[in-house]
């Protein structure tokens, strides 16, 4: 069985500042990885994923994640908050072998000019 | 930039009523989804389909719950008979592969059902 953990239900940053969305995963086999933000009333869109190789991925909106093996963790960052960054966001994953994407509960980040 | 469409945007039911979600995927898709989220939270797998059959379904998804692909566009989501815990936004995606990591999905707007 695949899983995800979101340990965090909220997240506040200053804008400008750094940040980062913690997840972590349980999969059977070598995972997929992804984030995906939703805005409100919207659904899901892409920002980022990893499949293999270079293990800081660079997505949309200027965010990037960094897979890391041992510690089962594909934290999201961002150099510099903006206000418009403030969303809902998810970690999701795949197991090779399946065709279903697992969500997080998600993690509602908030950035305050 | 294609999109997933999904229609109605809001439905309001009685508790036992039938009702039909929709949804026309990106064409060049080949695989299709449904999620729900309930409360703006946590999504929810519900099933997966493929070359017109199901190919994954979770536990939430029992015999009042449906799908079908009739006419090569429109994927629709049936549940025959709703209760109040149906209520939620649903969510149709689509996915060009499962290899290579081409499994990323594209999420439609959704649809919110209210069961009353």
């Known amino acids: 069985a695949q899983s995800v953990a979101q340990p965090e239900d909220q997240v506040n940053v200053a804008e400008g500042n750094p940040l980062t969305v913690k997840c972590t995963y349980s999969?059977?086999?070598?995972?997929?990885l992804f984030w995906y933000v939703q805005y409100p009333n919207r659904g899901l869109q892409f920002l980022l994923k990893y499949i293999t190789g270079d293990n800081l991925v660079k997505g949309s909106y200027g965010f990037e994640a960094e897979f890391n093996k041992s510690q089962t963790s594909f934290h999201l960052k961002k150099p510099s908050a903006l206000v418009s960054d403030s969303a809902l966001y998810f970690c999701a994953v795949k197991d090779t072998n399946a065709g279903k994407s697992t969500f997080g509960d998600g993690t509602t980040l908030t950035v305050k000019p | 930039e294609p999109e997933v469409t999904q229609t109605p945007s809001h439905q309001v039911t009685q508790m036992g009523q039938e009702v039909i979600l929709r949804c026309v995927p990106i064409?060049?898709?080949?695989?299709f989804y449904w999620y729900r989220q309930i409360l703006g939270q946590k999504v929810e797998f519900l099933v997966s389909f493929y070359n017109n059959e199901i190919s994954e379904k979770s536990e939430i998804f029992d015999d009042q719950f449906s799908v079908e692909r009739p006419d090569g566009s429109n994927f629709t989501l049936k549940i025959r008979s709703t209760k109040l815990e149906d209520s939620a936004m649903y969510f149709c995606?689509?996915?060009?592969?499962?290899?290579?990591?081409?499994?990323?999905?594209?999420f439609g707007a959704g649809s919110r059902l209210t069961v009353l």
């Open positions: 064409s060049n898709h080949l695989y």
């Open positions: 995606a689509g996915a060009r592969g499962i290899l290579s990591g081409a499994n990323v999905l594209t």
């Open positions: 999969v059977s086999g070598n995972p997929y």
